[in-house]
């Protein structure tokens, strides 16, 4: 039977970083809609068209554009086993539709580290994060910063701010979050699938307690 694995967690708590790690150790590809979209977005596509303003605003993508952009993404070939899912789902229309999904694929959502972070931290996090275009990997520039890549290459002519971490931008996506998303630690609470993680502690301890409630 796939095993999927939701990560939950607010702008800025980690859930790239951890992401990362959880897909190796599990063997299971990182499945990150922020992603998807940013890659859209720079090879022009139309869906990256429709989702620019969206998503520059700091605002949700609507709904079905989401749902359906992820059901493609899961019917690969490469996810017959899985996934860690980033960012995705975010609303409860959009948990609805993963549960309808997975159904299909014969899984279901087996476990939901939600990375808990306090809302004065994300900020923090999110001005100082610089990303890198190559591969796809995340720094920050006092709590994480950059030597190599985690291929051991050197990107650094790769490395770049997201649009979307301007200060207010930033401000709006949290708001957005906690209007829309949160309610989703409760849904997924009482399904008895939801794992906290403390978010509010450094990388190396929050993958350890991360991987902790894997097993
Ligand atoms: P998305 O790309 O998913 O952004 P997000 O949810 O806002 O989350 P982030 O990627 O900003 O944070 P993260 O939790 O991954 O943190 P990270 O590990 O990078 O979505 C972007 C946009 O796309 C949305 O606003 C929306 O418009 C659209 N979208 C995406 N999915 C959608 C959906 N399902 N429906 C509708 N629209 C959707 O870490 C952040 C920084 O902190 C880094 O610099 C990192 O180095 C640092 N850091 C990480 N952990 C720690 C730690 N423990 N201590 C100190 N620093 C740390
Ligand atoms: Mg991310």
Same mark, same amino acid.
């Given at each position: 039977?796939?095993?999927?694995?939701?990560?939950?967690?607010?702008?800025?708590?980690?859930? $790239?970083?951890?992401?990362?790690?959880?897909?190796?150790?599990?063997?299971?590809?990182?499945?990150?809609?922020?992603?998807?979209? %940013?890659?859209?977005?720079? &090879?022009?596509?139309?869906?990256?068209?429709?989702?620019?303003?969206?998503?520059?605003?700091?605002?949700?993508?609507? !709904?079905?554009?989401?749902?359906?952009?992820?059901?493609?993404?899961?019917?690969?070939?490469? /996810?017959?086993? $899985?996934?860690?899912?980033?960012?995705?789902?975010?609303?409860?229309?959009?948990?609805?539709?993963?549960?309808?999904?997975?159904?299909?694929?014969?899984?279901?959502?087996?476990?939901?580290?939600?990375?808990?972070?306090?809302?004065?931290?994300?900020?923090?996090?999110?001005?100082?994060?610089?990303? /890198?275009?190559?591969?796809?990997?995340?720094?920050?520039?006092?709590? &994480?910063?950059?030597?190599? /890549?985690?291929?051991?290459? !050197?990107?650094?002519?790769?490395?770049?701010?997201?649009?979307?971490?301007?200060?207010?931008?930033?401000? &709006? %996506?949290?708001?957005?979050?906690?209007?829309?998303?949160?309610?989703?630690?409760?849904?997924?609470?009482?399904?008895?699938?939801?794992?906290?993680?403390?978010?509010?502690?450094?990388?190396?301890?929050? %993958?350890?307690?991360?991987?902790?409630?894997?097993?």
């Amino acid at each position: 039977m796939p095993k999927y694995v939701v990560l939950l967690g607010a702008p800025g708590a980690g859930k $790239g970083t951890q992401a990362v790690t959880i897909s190796e150790e599990m063997g299971l590809p990182h499945i990150s809609s922020g992603d998807i979209f %940013r890659e859209n977005l720079k &090879n022009e596509t139309e869906l990256g068209k429709e989702a620019a303003q969206f998503i520059n605003a700091g605002e949700l993508v609507p !709904d079905d554009l989401t749902i359906k952009m992820i059901e493609d993404r899961l019917s690969r070939e490469d /996810c017959k086993d $899985g996934a860690v899912l980033d960012g995705f789902p975010r609303t409860a229309p959009q948990a609805a539709a993963l549960d309808e999904m997975l159904v299909k694929f014969d899984g279901q959502v087996d476990v939901v580290p939600f990375i808990d972070v306090p809302t004065e931290e994300l900020v923090k996090r999110l001005s100082g994060r610089i990303v /890198c275009k190559k591969c796809g990997a995340t720094f920050h520039k006092v709590f &994480n910063p950059y030597t190599v /890549c985690p291929s051991g290459e !050197d990107h650094s002519e790769f490395l770049y701010q997201r649009e979307d971490d301007k200060e207010e931008t930033v401000r &709006n %996506r949290i708001k957005v979050y906690l209007a829309n998303t949160s309610p989703l630690i409760e849904y997924y609470e009482n399904r008895g699938v939801l794992a906290r993680v403390n978010g509010d502690q450094d990388i190396e301890a929050v %993958r350890e307690d991360v991987l902790a409630v894997l097993k």
